[in-house]
């Protein structure tokens, strides 16, 4: 069937459809500098917007990419936490846009009495 919203892809042909931060934590620590060395992000659609990836550096640690074209969006840090990784992939695709999903407002995320 797919992903319905985005998909994570490793170079060693693992994937994961709609990931939570667990699965998207579990890909990243299976990453290694010889035959799986970065992981990409993005939605499940013929020409995507945005994508994520995550690439191993040689000298340790992990080049993260984040590029949104509709938003006009690209960064490029460094990390060698991968809980922290997962963490901020997580809060960074929950804010982009995905066809046939409702559109969140601020309201969604207030506690209610």
Excluded: C, K
Excluded at 49 to 74: K, M, N, P, Q, T
Excluded at 106 to 111: A, R
Aim: glycine share 8%.
């Amino acid at each position: 069937m797919g992903a319905r919203y985005y998909g994570a892809d490793s170079e060693n042909g693992d994937r994961i459809d709609d990931p939570s931060e667990d699965a998207l934590f579990m890909l990243i620590d299976d990453l290694n500098g010889a035959d799986n060395s970065f992981g990409v992000v993005q939605p499940d659609e013929d020409d995507p917007v945005w994508f994520a990836s995550v690439a191993v550096l040689e000298e340790g640690g992990y080049e993260i990419v984040l590029r949104d074209s509709s938003r006009r969006e690209h960064e490029v840090t460094t990390s060698t936490s991968i809980h922290d990784i997962a963490q901020d992939l997580t809060i960074w695709i929950a804010g982009r846009t995905f066809p046939g999903r409702p559109p969140r407002n601020s309201t969604d995320f207030q506690n209610t009495p």
